[in-house]
């Protein structure tokens, strides 16, 4: 088994294909190539080439994980998901998230914080903790993520009158219901709902 060329890539300047006795055998990172000191009319026959391959997914795991993460912040679960999509092994993806979270490049509980904050002006509590575990967080840190929060009372008052204003070609009775069924569905409490519906009615006497 002789290397009989090694070429770049198209598609990535960062990688290189390996010819193999006149034939395509795998590509690489030229990183891991010269890593591994690979070069035309090497013999390879005694390499370990399946210990080549693993090392090369891992920093392909690594490019492409660090890519997704340099757009917005993702939790865990996220960048196992976009991993496996691109056909990385679960032990490889498993690795990059670990390493990942060792360099705090992920960190479930400041994108939990992050992530409810943003929820939190248009969703209730209920609705944050569904769409926290989504995304993989784990359930004490969601609890304590939603505690943080404070009072969800003000968020309902403000989607309150916003649906109001939407129904309001509605009579009375059915834009109320609209909007308590829209509320309870976004995850607000049962509570906060009919004070925000309360004090919406008040306003308008």
Same mark, same amino acid.
């Given at each position: 088994?002789?290397?009989?060329?090694?070429?770049?890539?198209?598609?990535?300047?960062?990688?290189?294909?390996?010819?193999?006795?006149?034939?395509?055998?795998?590509?690489?990172?030229?990183?891991?190539?010269?890593?591994?000191?690979?070069?035309?009319?090497?013999?390879?026959?005694?390499?370990?080439?399946?210990?080549?391959?693993?090392?090369?997914?891992?920093?392909?795991?690594?490019?492409?994980?660090?890519?997704?993460? $340099?757009?917005?912040?993702?939790? /865990?679960?996220?960048?196992? @998901? %976009?991993? +496996?999509? &691109?056909?990385?092994?679960?032990?490889?993806?498993?690795?990059?998230?670990?390493?990942?979270?060792?360099?705090?490049?992920?960190?479930?509980?400041?994108?939990?914080?992050?992530?409810?904050?943003?929820?939190?002006?248009?969703?209730?509590?209920?609705?944050?903790?569904?769409?926290?575990?989504?995304?993989?967080?784990?359930?004490?840190?969601?609890?304590?993520?939603?505690?943080?929060?404070?009072?969800?009372?003000?968020?309902?008052?403000?989607?309150?009158? $916003?649906?109001?204003?939407?129904? /309001?070609?509605?009579?009375? @009775? %059915?834009? +109320?219901? &609209?909007?308590?069924?829209?509320?309870?569905?976004?995850?607000?409490?049962?509570?906060?709902?009919?004070?925000?519906?309360?004090?919406?009615?008040?306003?308008?006497?």
């Amino acid at each position: 088994m002789v290397i009989t060329d090694i070429s770049n890539c198209k598609r990535n300047k960062n990688r290189v294909n390996v010819y193999v006795d006149g034939t395509f055998a795998f590509a690489l990172y030229l990183e891991t190539a010269m890593q591994y000191g690979l070069k035309k009319d090497m013999d390879i026959t005694g390499l370990d080439l399946r210990k080549i391959a693993e090392d090369d997914e891992k920093k392909y795991s690594m490019d492409l994980a660090l890519k997704y993460i $340099s757009y917005q912040m993702r939790s /865990r679960r996220d960048v196992l @998901k %976009k991993l +496996r999509q &691109k056909e990385i092994s679960d032990e490889t993806a498993e690795w990059t998230t670990g390493k990942l979270e060792e360099m705090g490049y992920i960190n479930d509980r400041a994108f939990a914080e992050m992530y409810a904050a943003e929820l939190k002006e248009r969703m209730g509590g209920r609705g944050i903790a569904h769409k926290l575990f989504e995304k993989g967080i784990d359930k004490e840190v969601a609890e304590e993520t939603l505690q943080g929060l404070g009072s969800f009372r003000e968020a309902a008052k403000i989607q309150a009158e $916003s649906l109001y204003e939407k129904y /309001r070609d509605l009579d009375a @009775k %059915k834009a +109320r219901e &609209k909007v308590f069924r829209t509320l309870a569905v976004r995850g607000f409490e049962t509570e906060d709902i009919l004070q925000a519906i309360r004090e919406y009615g008040a306003q308008q006497e």
